[in-house]
T-cell receptor
Framework: GAVVSQHPSRVICKSGTSVKIECRSL??????MFWYRQFPKQSLMLMATSNEGSKATYEQGVEKDKFLINHASLTLSTLTVTSAHPEDSSFYIC?????????????FGPGTRLLVL | RKEVEQDPGPFNVPEGATVAFNCTYSNSASQSFFWYRQDCRKEPKLLMS???SGNEDGRFTAQLNRASQYISLLIRDSKLSDSATYLC??????????FGAGTRLTVKP
């Protein structure tokens, strides 16, 4: 199957700092990438959808100025959590769909665990 | 009504049992359907795409009923390693993917 990587796998930071998470498609071109957040024992929550070269579309209730998404190339999308606070601590997962892989099938990155102290 | 609904479970079954999950969706224009499994503290992994004719992969069988707007997943001869949360995913169009909340399965010795 298609491979999606995320970096870092886990990060611990102080409140008020910004954290950047990278999501890469390693063996296909990701025309669309999705960013999710998952709190313990809860289901995945879609935060935003980004198409390469376009502005991200954010879900209702997700602050676009706090969660900056950039999808500048067909293999890389980044999520920056600006001025992170303890309530932003969560499991952030990206996924991608694209060309050269089964149509409409999402492949997920391994996730990034963020802990804000 | 939620766009994609699943019985949250948990389903606790013995090894070797057959277990079935259903998932209902509300958007009749939905185009494609998937089952993913998610292990604790891991990312979801694609288990099966669901085709209109139904499809089988080893011990797993997925079926789609467009008229009643539900998809199902059947697991035969359950293994301990099948313990996970099973997520139903529906593409409602334009790659707008909607997730169910997941059904938790625990297979016990």
């Amino acid at each position: 199957g298609a491979v999606v990587s995320q970096h870092p796998s886990r990060v611990i930071c102080k409140s008020g700092t910004s954290v950047k998470i990278e999501c890469r498609s390693l063996d296909f071109q990701a025309t669309t990438m999705f960013w999710y957040r998952q709190f313990p024992k809860q289901s995945l929550m879609l935060m935003a959808t980004s198409n390469e070269g376009s502005k991200a579309t954010y879900e209702q209730g997700v602050e676009k100025d706090k969660f900056l998404i950039n999808h500048a190339s067909l293999t890389l999308s980044t999520l920056t959590v600006t001025s992170a606070h303890p309530e932003d601590s969560s499991f952030y997962i990206c996924s991608a769909i694209g060309t050269g892989i089964p149509q409409e099938t999402q492949y997920f990155g391994p996730g990034t665990r963020l802990l804000v102290l | 009504r939620k766009e994609v609904e699943q019985d949250p479970g948990p389903f606790n079954v013995p090894e070797g049992a057959t277990v079935a999950f259903n998932c209902t969706y509300s958007n009749s224009a939905s185009q494609s359907f998937f089952w993913y499994r998610q292990d604790c503290r891991k990312e979801p992994k694609l288990l099966m795409s669901v085709y209109s004719s139904g499809n089988e992969d080893g011990r797993f069988t997925a079926q789609l009923n467009r008229a009643s707007q539900y998809i199902s997943l059947l697991i035969r001869d359950s293994k301990l390693s099948d313990s996970a949360t099973y997520l139903c995913v529906v593409n409602i169009g334009n790659n707008d993917m909607r997730f169910g909340a997941g059904t938790r399965l625990t297979v016990k010795p």
